[in-house]
């Protein structure tokens, strides 16, 4: 009559807090700056946004823990820290790099060291994506909403 709760995997439980936490705190570092309005949206408008959706992917990683698994295998093994270290580094080089050498060095830098997290991918495929990824940002935050960046700085 009554279902048995699905087991909670351990390791993502411990990344959903991780990324959640993550969020927060960047969340909590943006509402520092002006937030501004939607006609002229000000310096913390976008850190907050990209921090609220962080926070909304560590609560889907939790939800995903709890869905119902097929097996009954529960991997209870070392959190993956290669995922976190070169995840922390794209993040890190982008914010080193963006202001010396312009948002497309930052974005590349980030979208390659980033992918080393996966190590699965070839090195045609890291910059197929870095490539797309510097492309459609220089689109949409330049292009389309005319902020100040400075793509390239020599």
Known sequence: MFRKLAAINRRDAWTAVAVVALGSAGAF???D???GELRNIGPGAFPLIVSLLVVLAGVLIALE???PQREEVIDDGPPPYRVLIFVTAGLLAFAVVTPMA???PGILACVVLASLADGSLRVW???ALAALVAGFCALVFVVLLKLPLELVTW
């Open 33 to 35: 700056y002006r937030l």
């Open 65 to 67: 823990g709890l869905a």
């Open 29 to 31: 570092m943006a509402l």
């Open 102 to 104: 312009g948002a497309v």
């Open 125 to 127: 495929q890291v910059g």
